[in-house]
């Protein structure tokens, strides 16, 4: 702690004479010390350009060491949250400029990478899966089912991917499993979960599958063993297939509740803006969305305007963008 904020054995005992003895000048702290006016001068500036200490005229007050803790971790914090973020960027560096791709190429089996199909082993596909994700630049379809990953490729890792690719404009569409919304949920401390695009869930998914700009696909080998490694498919019969199985399950899939209390008699309104943000995405009238609800349309034009105010749009257009981002509506009926 006291080393945390550059106090040796000296400077801790400074700092307490002044703490202790409010408005006291050199001289005075020297001689509590027992130390020479010039050793306490230099620790005296020392300490007040580190902020532990102010000057009142002549004389030192010391300053909250709460205060300053807490100020130290906010920039220790800040200098976390640029490294993540530089660290980040060199990932989508790697993985956009297909370095991993030519690696792969060197490593393939024989007989594992003709007829449009690729078997890659568990310890190469999450590392594929992070390439093809950050190079994405038209859509991303996936089923995701389980909360186990491929070596190398977290849920947190995964889940940042996905928002950059719908930060570059790409279309995300997908299913997940219940447990997976209500870990993402969770993850999200009672928050609003991350803008991830179009999302579904089904407790009935088949698999899981990744579809990127409708060009490659990925399926494990076996859904109940990620060790035994993945499918990468390009193959447009197969491929076909694939994005046929994502459709159908994605049109039966519904639209995950929004968060709760957890009180399954919860108060009705407080799904209302829910109600009200599908209707108008389905062009409903206030007056249509207020008959089919049983509210008034003053009701219907309240839950609006306080949507307006929540994601800080003007434009129920705005709010439709807004809420279809993230993944409250269908970005589209098809």
């Known amino acids: 702690m006291l080393e945390l904020l550059g106090l040796n054995e000296f400077g801790e005992r400074l ?21 020479p006016v010039d050793t ?19 004389r030192w007050v010391a300053q909250d060491p709460v205060v300053l803790l807490q100020a130290e971790h906010a920039r220790r914090q800040a200098e976390l949250a640029a490294a993540a973020k530089a660290m980040a960027d060199e990932r989508e560096a790697l993985f956009r400029s297909g370095l991993f ?9 024989a007989g594992t990478g003709g007829g449009g199909v690729e078997v890659v082993e568990h310890s190469e596909a999450g590392p594929r899966i992070a390439e093809l994700t950050h190079r994405a630049s038209v859509s991303l379809q996936f089923l995701l089912t389980g909360q186990n990953q491929f070596p190398g490729l977290n849920s947190k890792d995964m889940i940042d991917m996905i928002m950059r690719a719908g930060e570059r404009g790409v279309h995300l569409a997908s299913v997940w499993s219940p447990d997976l919304v209500d870990a993402v949920r969770r993850a999200a401390g009672g928050r609003r979960p991350p803008a991830l ?17 409708g060009r490659v696909a990925m399926v494990p080998l076996d859904a109940t063993d990620l060790a035994r490694g993945g499918m990468f498919v390009t193959a447009p019969a197969l491929l076909a297939v694939l994005t046929d199985l994502f459709a159908r399950v994605h049109r039966e899939a519904e639209v995950p509740a929004p968060p709760t209390s957890g009180d399954d008699d919860e108060p009705a309104d407080s799904r209302r803006p829910m109600k009200v943000l599908l209707l108008l995405s389905k062009g409903l009238t206030d007056e249509a969305i207020a008959t089919r609800l049983e509210i008034s349309g003053r009701t219907v034009k309240r839950v609006v305007a306080q949507l307006c105010e929540e994601y800080q749009v003007r434009s129920r257009f705005q709010l439709g963008v807004v809420a279809a981002r993230n993944g409250l509506i269908p970005m589209s009926d098809t």
Request: overall charge positive; aromatic content about 10%.
């Open 15 to 35: 700092w307490r004479a002044v703490a202790v003895h409010r408005y006291s000048d050199l001289e005075l702290l020297a001689g509590w010390l027992g130390e």
């Open 40 to 58: 306490v001068r230099a620790e005296i500036e020392a300490q007040l350009e580190r902020g532990l200490i102010r000057r009142v005229g002549d």
């Open 101 to 109: 791709s030519d690696y792969l190429a060197g490593r393939r089996r």
């Open 197 to 213: 695009g179009w999302v579904r869930q089904s407790p009935n998914l088949p698999t899981r599958l990744i579809i990127w700009d």
